[in-house]
Every structure is written in C-alpha cells, then in structure tokens.
C-alpha cells in the first residue's frame, strides 16, 4: 500500500474493507444510496465572524428557510441592522419569503440577492467549502450519525476552534 498514492493512502486507512477491493488499473466500484440521509445546514455569517446557523435532516422548503430567518431575527440585537446576501435559489424568490421580508424589514433585517452564479461574493458559501474540502475529516463519513456529530462540532466551534478572515 505503501506505493500508492498519499490520498489513496488516506481513504484506505479509513475504509480498510475497500483494500481488498481496490486493484491498480481496475476501476472502483462503490456502491451509491440514493435514499441515503442528509444534513442541510442554513447560515447567517458576518465578517466579523459570529455564525448563526439552522440545521435540518428534511427537505429545505420556504417553510424552513422563513424558520431559520425567524430565529436569526428573534436572536440580534434588536437595535442592529443586519444585511443578507442571498442566492437566487427558489425558496428565497417565493410568495411566501416575500410576504415575511417587509416583517424581517421592520426588524431591521435588509435582504440583498446576488447576480446569478456568482456564489464566491457569499460569504457563508466560503465557510461551506471550508468545512466540507478541509475541516471536515474523512472519518465523519463513517456513518450519518458521525457526519452530523462532525458538522455540529465545526460549526459550534467557528469563530474560536476555526476562523475564515475575510480581511
């Protein structure tokens, strides 16, 4: 094994069971679940660095994004003003988002939409690729219980375990 290459190492060391499978020249084969389970996270970041996030194992509908911006809402500082930057995805374009943005604007929450496929001026889009390419390690694939144990602890522990200086 010594002979392989180092990232090949790396994933075989985690998933021993696929050594016996794996021969050079050959192609793998790995079994893919379409029903698998899915942690979806929604995200509030500033540049100063405090994160507020929502996390759900369902589908995200408008439902669950109003929810996440109600939380994030109910948790600022009444007196602070808040700007959003959002992507153009459905949910943030629909009736019902927008019936509640004119309640999030009298709290002082301003939402911005971005220009369509531009998510690098996103700043949680950042952290998202951050934790899924370079914190997040190997081993939370393990198993769903794992992977969402992992994501918790990363994002409970940004700003002082992990930081993205956005200067």
Same mark, same amino acid.
């Given at each position: 094994?010594?002979?392989?290459?180092?990232?090949?190492?790396?994933? /075989?060391?985690?998933?021993?069971? =696929? @050594?016996? *499978?794996? !021969?050079?020249?050959?192609?793998?084969?790995? &079994?893919?679940?379409?029903?698998?389970?899915?942690?979806?996270?929604?995200?509030? /970041?500033?540049?100063?660095?405090? =994160? @507020?996030? *929502?996390? !759900?194992?369902?589908?995200?509908?408008?439902? &669950?994004?109003?929810?996440?911006?109600?939380?994030?809402?109910?948790?600022?500082?009444?007196?602070?003003?808040?700007?959003? @930057?959002?992507?153009?995805?459905?949910?943030?374009?629909?009736?019902?988002?927008?019936?509640?943005?004119?309640?999030?604007?009298?709290?002082?929450?301003?939402?911005?939409?971005?220009?369509?496929?531009?998510?690098?001026?996103?700043?949680?889009?950042?952290?998202?690729?951050?934790?899924?390419?370079?914190?997040?390690?190997?081993?939370?694939?393990?198993?769903?219980?794992?992977?969402?144990?992992?994501?918790?602890?990363?994002?409970?522990?940004?700003?002082?375990?992990?930081?993205?200086?956005?200067?």
């Amino acid at each position: 094994m010594a002979c392989l290459p180092l990232w090949l190492r790396k994933i /075989l060391n985690y998933c021993p069971g =696929l @050594v016996d *499978h794996y !021969t050079i020249g050959k192609p793998w084969e790995i &079994t893919a679940y379409s029903h698998s389970r899915r942690i979806n996270v929604l995200g509030f /970041l500033s540049r100063a660095g405090k =994160l @507020v996030y *929502h996390t !759900t194992t369902e589908t995200v509908t408008t439902e &669950t994004v109003i929810e996440a911006f109600d939380q994030f809402v109910a948790q600022k500082d009444p007196d602070a003003f808040a700007v959003v @930057v959002l992507d153009n995805a459905s949910m943030h374009r629909s009736k019902a988002f927008r019936r509640k943005m004119v309640d999030w604007m009298s709290q002082r929450v301003h939402l911005i939409y971005l220009s369509a496929y531009s998510p690098e001026l996103n700043l949680i889009e950042i952290l998202w690729r951050q934790i899924k390419y370079t914190w997040l390690p190997m081993s939370a694939y393990f198993s769903f219980d794992r992977l969402r144990d992992e994501v918790h602890r990363l994002l409970g522990g940004y700003g002082t375990d992990h930081v993205i200086n956005f200067e």
